[in-house]
């Protein structure tokens, strides 16, 4: 794995694919990022697939959320929404990040999923947690818009200072109009619990 990580792809291929062929899910998952982004071999997403698939049912999670993206983009099979939410959940109840958010974002739209708001900030809150900026820039949106929770201007702007320390651009926009409806004291407060939040998580 680390000639993988230099570059020699040569020497990755002859290092990883015994390995992957004897089952080791990390193998298996960077044998399918060789194909798929066509490091040391020719670009085949069939083969991608067959090496995320195989890590992804040993528990692989960044292995589960590449297979549930090729089934949301179609590459390399057809594109399939359910099976995308399938792998997605999977990668997410592992504590992938990412995964959560994009769960989220489908329960949002209805997409391979029922369309379930109470779904889409249980998703959101576990990304957000773990420091995802578009979820809890999403999470301010919620709360400011009464979208799945009640409406909390001081939650929404707790999410949206937590987002904006990351660089989110949109938090910033969300934090100008949230705050033209809130008093001092609830800004203080919003503040109070955005430090709290990242004393919490990210210390």
Known sequence: MAAFERGDY?????????????????AQFQLGNMYRLEKGVPKDDAEALKWYRKAAERGHAMAQFNLGYMYA??????QNDAETAKW?????ERGLAVAQ???GVMYTNGTGV?????ETVKWYRKAAEQGFAQAQNNLGV????SYGVPEDYVKAYMWWSLARTQGYKDAARGLDVVKERMTPADISKAQELAIEMWKKYYN
């Open 73 to 78: 983009i179609g590459r390399g099979v057809p």
């Open 88 to 92: 997605y959940r999977k990668a997410a």
């Open 114 to 118: 029922p369309e379930n708001s109470a």
């Open 101 to 103: 958010y994009n769960l």
């Open 10 to 26: 040569a020497t990755a291929l002859k290092e990883l694919r015994p390995l992957a062929e004897q089952g080791v899910a990390p």
């Open 142 to 145: 919620m709360y400011a818009n």
